[in-house]
């Protein structure tokens, strides 16, 4: 096994350069998340988009630039410096659309795909086809379909006044309390279950609307979305550094992949903790940390005892202490002081998922765990994490 932390820690200079040449490659390799939209011209891509970033239609639609020539990619906020990419594919209309070269691109690039479907759209060969085969292509990559424009199916009754009769859930809704779906709606539903059989995760009805098409709700069911992307999300971006993970498999050992981890789950929570994405909040953040110290755990074979907790806590001082602990109780969250925005959250998350590679790569060398030591470790990485999100 490899001794990353001793070796660098007697003699740290000479593998300064070393380590940060290599932090760098990854921070250079590991991939934004990135989300392939897909489905035909008018099913509701660019309002999809529209709506998880809240950017205007206009910003949209010159953000946008071609990324094969069936799609085109949205860099969410700007392309320098993107907390999300969105890749849309165009050409699903009239003519067959031959999905291969799509495929190969956004084979590794992409870690999670949403489909937009009209929920009154019966002509779906030119989505089930190529779908099939990017399905098949890349089986792990999670689907969501994403039933639009669901007041088409409903005549006059507005579907989003009053309670949400998908709710159902969510365990705080008793399902007697809510209205039924309306039938014609549900066989529609019904029927895109059955046609996009295999071919989906998760299916999400949403309605869309301008506020002046005057629905109680023109957010419908957004929510909804949000919630499925932040929960493949993560599994997502653990496919991403997979991919990493094969193109140098010799050298796999505990300490690379504890590394990794930690690189994923900082640029994760850097995006999750990013100022623009309003709907991602800080007890994402609080919960990625928390499975990232599960995960490192795991990789070294130990298990996280409330002692353990303590000594990590103690060492990433009061703050890290009192967020931890209300982590445990799950209540409520302290947001007041807390390291937020998309830098914070990195240099924090990287600090933190380190220091717990240390402890753990130490326990499991059976050594004495010095707290003082472990204080350092969490100081010097933090600001090594503050130096990384800086780097180019
Ligand atoms: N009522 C309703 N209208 C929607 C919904 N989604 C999209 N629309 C409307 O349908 C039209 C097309 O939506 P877009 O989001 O532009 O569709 P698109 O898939 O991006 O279309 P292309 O860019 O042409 O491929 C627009 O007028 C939207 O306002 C929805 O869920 N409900
Ligand atoms: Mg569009």
């Known amino acids: 096994m490899a001794t990353f932390w001793p070796v660098w820690r007697i003699n740290a200079s000479a593998n300064q350069a070393e380590y940060e040449k290599e932090i760098e490659q990854l921070r250079r390799k590991a991939p934004i998340p990135s989300i392939w939209l897909f489905g035909k011209t008018g099913s509701g891509k660019s309002s999809i988009i529209r709506y998880l970033t809240g950017a205007e239609s206009a910003t949209i639609g010159e953000g946008y630039r071609p990324e094969t020539k069936t799609s085109r990619r949205f860099d969410f906020p700007n392309s320098v410096e993107p907390l999300l990419s969105f890749i849309d594919t165009r050409g699903l209309g009239e003519a067959a659309y031959d999905p291969q070269v799509d495929i190969e691109r956004f084979e590794s690039s992409t870690q999670l795909m949403l489909v937009a479907v009209r929920v009154t759209d019966h002509a779906l060969h030119n989505v089930i086809e190529p779908l099939r085969r990017i399905r098949k292509a890349s089986p792990h990559r999670p689907v969501v379909l994403v039933l639009t424009c669901l007041h088409e199916a409903t005549g006059s009754r507005d579907l989003t006044s009053g309670?949400?009769?998908?709710a159902t859930q969510q365990k705080s809704q008793s399902e007697n309390q809510l209205p039924e779906i309306p039938e014609g709606l549900q066989t529609l539903i019904d029927a895109k279950t059955k046609q996009f059989k295999g071919l989906y995760d998760v299916l999400v009805p949403i309605d869309l609307t301008q506020k002046e098409d005057g629905f109680a709700d023109p957010d419908f069911g957004g929510l909804r979305l949000k919630q499925s992307i932040l929960e493949y999300l993560p599994h997502a971006y653990r496919q991403a550094l997979l991919t990493l993970n094969q193109t140098d498999r010799s050298e796999s050992d505990r300490q690379k992949r504890a590394r990794w981890q930690v690189l994923a789950s900082s640029a994760l929570a850097a995006t999750a903790g990013a100022v623009p994405l309003p709907w991602v909040d800080i007890p994402v953040v609080l919960g990625l940390q928390t499975h990232l110290a599960l995960r490192i755990a795991k990789i070294y074979e130990q298990d996280i005892s409330p002692a353990d907790w303590a000594v990590l806590t103690s060492a990433a001082g009061t703050r890290i202490a009192l967020r931890l602990a209300v982590l445990e109780t799950l209540k409520f969250v302290p947001f007041l002081g807390m390291a937020v925005g998309a830098a914070g959250s990195f240099a924090f998350t990287y600090a933190l998922g380190m220091s717990w590679d240390w402890y753990f790569a130490n326990m499991r060398g059976g050594k004495?765990?010095?707290?003082?030591?472990?204080?350092?470790?969490?100081?010097?990485?933090?600001?090594?994490?503050?130096?990384?999100?800086?780097?180019?």
Do not use: M, S, T, Y
């Not at 309670?163 to 998908?166: R, V």
């Not at 010095?370 to 180019?392: H, M, S, T």
């Open 368 to 392: 004495v765990l010095n707290i003082e030591k472990l204080k350092d470790v969490f100081a010097v990485q933090l600001k090594r994490g503050r130096e990384l999100w800086k780097a180019p």
């Open 163 to 166: 309670p949400d009769p998908f």
